[in-house]
């Protein structure tokens, strides 16, 4: 995985058929999207529960491009290992997930994956400050994480502000929820290089008719983009 900041639209199997995300997987690939977004959730550190390690080892195979583990879970060591055996090429904590985060950050490099950081919408931007040297990438909620489809909420300020911390670090900032045509230019503007997309990329779209999610992914990427320019 080389270093760029360029927009990369970063689907979230989230809003995909839970039947189906071996193909739904290599559907959105194939319909443009850079990363593959999986959430991991544990029913204790947000309300619903996702995919263990069996479930992410399985969608591995299918996984071409980058495979970005959100894990919104609590206690995080205990799992770090697991996620890497199972695939993982990236592996985000959360800030408010414990209270040793550079201990979790520095694990998940020894484990061989990238290291992210996530902020809920509540944790101020400084909350991170102290870990950048540590993180490959800072993920900015902007919904309360646990489920998709939910509405966006602006954190341009608090992305404008990670930016100039991270200065020249190569250091990404992704955005996770409610990223959709409309919101994608506001947190581009503001900084952000990986958008991830779970309604605005699904919706509307099948493994049979696999090119809405192409025309979804390339209005987002195209959206973003146009506050680049
Ligand atoms: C929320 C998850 C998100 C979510 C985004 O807890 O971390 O990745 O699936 O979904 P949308 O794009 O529908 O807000
Ligand atoms: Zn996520």
New binding site residues.
Partial sequence: MSFDRSIKIAP?I??ADFANFGQEIQAIEAQGADWV?V?VMDGHF?PNLTFGPPAVNAFRPHVKTVMDV?L?ITPVDPYIQAYADAGADILTAHIEAGPHAHRTLQAIRAAGMKAGIALNPGTPAEAVEHLLDLTDLVCV?T?N??????KFIDMSAKIRRLREMIGDRPVHIEI????DPKTAPLVAAAGADVL?????VFKGGSVSNPSVYGENIHAVRAAAESALS
């Fill in positions: 979230s989230l809003s977004h959430d947000v959100h919104m909620m919904v994480p646990g489920f998709g489809g939910q996770d929820g409610g990223v991830v997309a779970g309604s605005a």
